[in-house]
Nanobody, 117 residues
Framework: QVHLAEYGGGLVQPGGSLRLSCAAV????????MGWYRQAPGKQRELVAT???????NYADSVKGRFTISRDSAKNTVYLQMASLKPEDTAVYYC???????????WGKGTLVTVSS
């Protein structure tokens, strides 16, 4: 089992920055990728960014150049640095961990990010 806990959500003005953190505990040795997804009201959950154990990253087109995903393997923590935030970035952001076990992955409970003036 892997448990994920997100931190860092909140209210920020358009153009502002925010950093999300996600700490993994438990069978962290099974994790082969971590990432962030988000779900806005009335919309489906969508990928934001992912990072593998080899530090390969992938970003949604909507956040490229504004968001940066990084990972501290020693702390089993993944970060999402968000800049130039827009109202359309408002969503619940979920941490995700993929594992080496087939069809086994984990989700955090989510943290709300609201971009509004």
């Amino acid at each position: 089992q892997v448990h994920l806990a997100e931190y860092g959500g909140g209210l920020v003005q358009p153009g502002g920055s925010l950093r999300l953190s996600c700490a993994a505990v438990g069978d962290t040795w099974t994790i082969n990728s971590m990432g962030w997804y988000r779900q806005a009201p009335g919309k489906q959950r969508e990928l934001v960014a992912t990072i593998t154990n080899d530090r390969a990253t992938n970003y949604a087109d909507s956040v490229k150049g504004r968001f940066t995903i990084s990972r501290d393997s020693a702390k089993n923590t993944v970060y999402l640095q968000m800049a130039s935030l827009k109202p359309e970035d408002t969503a619940v952001y979920y941490c995700h961990a993929g594992t080496i076990r087939t069809f086994v992955d984990y989700w955090g409970k989510g943290t709300l990010v609201t971009v509004s003036s």
